[in-house]
């Protein structure tokens, strides 16, 4: 049985209120309540007092399914339930595949949609729709941090339409937990609203609002482009700006911008990296015993199979694997098709070639996470190195790989359980956990990007 959503005490739903009337707004919240509860019944409350955390969420789907009537939830990002539900209504409406995810002819459907009530005039005068009153008593935009950590959230969500400044919303929420009633843990949320070019203009009032003297964290839920302004800004004065690279549209470019991003010195966090965790324990485990340990050497195959859609998760590990056995990457070749693969040669220390392959390989069932590894392979040449392993997960991998002579070849073989702390949410919630640079990560993502800017053969 899935785990119960926790129940939601509303300090304050959201409210409407002008640019500098949002911290005066905050304090009169807990003024009105008193940290011990209004009549002594209620339980005190713990103001946001750990961390500030900056979301700028640029994606339209929620936006345009609570413009149309189908959610009424809270306009955060995140898959969850009710957005699923939504989605499938939709679908069920219009036709379409029941996948409960944004598909393109999903989303064409409802920019369709919202067209057509623009051309209605059923957002107003000027046909813009407004931006949907958040009252849901669902869990907010970050409750796996909120249950454990009193902070503060400033959402920045760009919309289309005409420029007409920005609109902003205050509210509190708190997580009660059954271990901890008697503490309400709450989280503090500005919403913040308007073209991009609107958010822009207003890019320096959004440093004052961040709790003084906390950490402070940058979730950019799009590609990250070093020169646009309001990311710079931000940018500067987080301790962490935070990514997620299965949603990359264009993966190689845009891993290519992380990597600029390194280099000018953004301590930058890839909620993707994490997710390679698993993946990479198990195979530091494979050739943890002396004798294998001299076998890891002898190592000059790899393939790397992934779901078809996002390589990132592949290049990636990838990166890591080159990074820590120091091999250097000396050609790059990609066939397009109906597996996507990408042949990458690398010069090992003693000057023995490496062969690689990467392989989008097509599923029917796929999973939430956009290019989720599937398999993996390790093998040598040599047939007297005791070098071969093969680690997949249960979504097909191990059949895959057996039906290709893996695991025949494998002189170890380990199986990836699926996580649900492979989503967003779980992650960050560990991600604020920790703050600054990741040597490990950056030197991954160093030998990756040195792989694209290599002349494909």
Known sequence: MAPQASTIFSLQ??????????????????????????????????????????VYEPEETQYLL?????????????????????????????????????????LA??????????????????????LPSLNAPSPRIADEIALRNPCRIIALFPIAGEDEGVKAQVSAY?????????????????????????????GGLIPALLIGGLPKFLWWKATPVPNNNLFKRLAAVCNNVIVDSCRFNEPESDLLRLQELVESGVPLADL?????????????EAYDSPHRRAALREVDRV????????????????GWLASRLE??????????????????RFIAQDQRQVETELAGVPLADV????????????????????????????????????????????????????????????????????????????ESLGVTASIFKLETN
């Open 327 to 344: 091999w250097q990457p000396v050609s790059y070749q990609k066939e397009t098709g109906d597996y996507d693969i990408t042949r990458i």
């Open 109 to 130: 459907i409802l920019r369709e949609e919202f067209a057509k009530r623009q051309g209605n005039g059923a957002g107003g005068d000027n046909g813009s729709i407004d």
């Open 272 to 284: 993707n990296w994490r997710r390679l965790s698993a993946w990479q324990e198990l195979t530091a």
């Open 13 to 54: 739903a959201p409210k409407d209120i002008s640019l500098n009337e949002i911290e005066a707004e905050l304090n009169q919240i807990w003024q009105s309540y008193g940290i011990t509860g209004e009549d002594g019944g209620l339980p005190a409350a713990t103001r946001a007092t750990t961390f500030t955390l900056v």
């Open 367 to 442: 999973g939430e996470i956009a290019g989720d590894l599937i398999a993996l392979r390790l093998s040598s040449t040599n047939p007297k190195a005791d070098s071969g392993t093969v680690i997949c997960s249960e979504t097909g991998g191990c059949m895959r790989m057996e039906t290709h002579g893996g695991a025949q070849s494998a002189g170890l073989f380990q199986q990836v359980t699926s996580l649900s702390e492979q989503k967003a949410e779980a992650l960050l919630s560990q991600q604020v956990q920790r703050w600054g640079r990741e040597s490990l990560f950056e």
């Open 66 to 106: 609570a413009s149309l009537g189908f959610y009424n939830g809270p306009l955060d990002g995140i898959l969850g339930p009710q957005m699923v539900a939504a989605l499938r209504q939709v679908q069920t409406k219009y036709g379409l595949p029941d996948t409960g995810t944004a598909t393109p002819e999903t």
């Open 303 to 318: 393939t790397i199979d992934y779901e078809k859609g996002n390589p990132a998760q592949a290049l990636l590990f990838l």
């Open 174 to 202: 708190c997580p009660i937990q059954k271990q901890s009633s008697s503490t309400l843990i709450c989280c503090e949320y500005i919403t913040l609203s308007g073209t991009a070019a609107a958010l822009e203009r207003i």
